[in-house]
């Protein structure tokens, strides 16, 4: 909110006009270089999906003096959406470090989008920083280091039943059928609407990570797309798949031999592969030898409305509980967290707003490590025991039932910020 003070003789404020909006750009360079403030014109920074209210700095002597922004991007949590956004281009001009700015800002934010109802909120962001704000390690990472990777020397040779051929501004439509069908349970990911795939490939190839040629896709006898794949031919010298959704082994086999094909051509030796463990084409391509390495890093969450996240994953947290044992349960879980508190009641299976049956069971933890659950990062037994969380064991059944170990994933075409 424009002119909201956060600290004595500290105002925050959002560009306004071209001529600020300029202003933050140059900053940008100061702060990141020349690289991430060309990432910002021609990508982040562009709208409809970042806009000028959605950016916060601080000024001192008239000039910016540091900036975080906060974009909401609407994020799966299996079946359910919730409200999220990512916290983006965090930074402090280099002669006015260490005097708590960034920090205002990320408080400021947290405040901000806690009152407006997001549920969830996230960052790329480096380690030792973002703790401090309540932030954990929410959703693998594999930005840097590629989770998977696929020794084609020797590769046995792949007949297709399929079609490929380079991707056409047509298959668009298809490809966002796609993704919804491929991603519709997967936690973390994003949810996109065609307006803003348009936007997401005219960035990646406006930064040449992803250009169209580097977009694949797999027809089958009708002419009907049936997968589509995403290469960034050159992602730290490697030649990477960053996104790919398929429908069946033969899509698998077609899209698979087609970037062995493209990597040959490219004198490539290895197919690196940036995607979920559990993902169909990457279990294919274990099935081949490729090697699993696990992910290396995280992205940062943090849990803002409590009460909005959990109604909004009322249908979620039903389905979950109809496909276990636990199928008919009464009872109430009581969550306590130093961000507040909330029940969810259940009587047959069935959520009960405004009820509290018995039994109650309740479990202390911070949202820190509750964030964990909900994302299904981790399960219920790397909280126990840990200070400051009190779960008993008794009640693990229930909470691996309500929040279940998963492969949550975040597609690196969204992983920018």
């Not at 429908?247 to 970037?259: D, Q, S």
């Not at 009581?334 to 009587?347: H, K, M, N, Q, W």
């Given at each position: 909110?424009?002119?909201a ?17 300029a ?31 959605w ?5 001192q002597d008239?000039?910016?003096?540091s900036?975080?922004c ?7 949590i299996?079946?359910?959406?919730i ?13 006015y ?8 800002l ?21 380690p ?29 040779g ?8 380079p ?6 439509s ?5 993704y ?11 949810v996109?609407t ?10 990646l ?22 997968g ?36 040959a ?32 890093s ?11 996240l ?5 249908s ?14 009464t009872?109430?879980l ?17 959520p009960?707003?405004?009820e ?15 964030v ?33 170990k ?12």
């Amino acid at each position: 909110m424009k002119g909201a003070t956060i600290a004595e003789k500290v105002e925050v404020s959002s560009p306004t006009d071209d001529r600020q909006w300029a202003e933050l750009g140059a900053f940008f360079e100061k702060v990141f270089g020349p690289d991430d403030a060309r990432l910002w014109r021609t990508f982040h920074g562009r709208p409809p999906f970042c806009r000028r209210e959605w950016c916060r700095v601080i000024r001192q002597d008239g000039q910016i003096v540091s900036h975080v922004c906060f974009v909401p991007r609407p994020m799966r949590i299996g079946s359910a959406v919730i409200r999220a956004g990512t916290i983006g281009y965090v930074g402090t001009h280099p002669a006015y470090r260490d005097g708590g700015f960034a920090g205002m800002l990320m408080n400021h934010w947290t405040r901000e989008a806690t009152a407006a109802g997001y549920h969830l909120a996230y960052i790329h962001g480096i380690p030792d920083f973002y703790e401090k704000f309540g932030y954990r390690h929410a959703v693998p990472d594999d930005g840097r280091d590629p989770a998977v990777w696929l020794d084609l020397i020797g590769l046995p040779g792949l007949e297709a039943g399929l079609r490929t051929r380079p991707f056409q501004e047509q298959d668009l439509s298809a490809m966002v059928r796609l993704y919804e069908e491929d991603n519709r349970t997967r936690s973390g990911s994003l949810v996109r609407t065609e307006a803003y795939w348009k936007w997401l490939l005219s960035g990646l190839e406006g930064r040449g990570w992803v250009r169209r040629e580097d977009v694949v896709v797999a027809e089958n006898s009708d002419g009907c797309v049936a997968g589509y794949a995403m290469v960034n031919p050159n992602d730290r010298g490697r030649f990477v798949l960053w996104e790919v959704a398929v429908r069946g082994r033969e899509t698998t086999v077609a899209l698979l031999g087609e970037l062995v094909g493209r990597a040959a051509r490219a004198g490539r030796n290895r197919l690196y592969v940036r995607a979920p463990s559990d993902h169909p084409f990457v279990v294919f391509c274990v099935s081949l030898g490729a090697q699993v390495t696990g992910h290396s890093s995280g992205v940062f969450g943090r849990l803002l409305d409590l009460e909005g996240l959990f109604q909004a994953l009322g249908s979620e947290l039903e389905a979950r509980l109809a496909r276990s044992p636990l199928r008919n349960w009464t009872g109430t879980l009581r969550l306590e967290t130093d961000i507040g508190t909330v029940a969810l009641s259940f009587v047959g299976g069935k959520p009960r707003l405004g009820e509290m049956p018995t039994p109650v069971r309740i479990v202390r933890a911070p949202q820190s490590w509750l964030v964990r659950l909900v994302t299904g990062y981790n399960d219920i037994a790397a909280l126990s025991g840990r200070r400051g969380i009190r779960i008993a064991r008794d009640d693990w059944p229930l909470l691996r039932t309500l929040f279940p170990k998963g492969s949550p994933y975040i597609w690196a075409a969204d992983s920018g910020y």
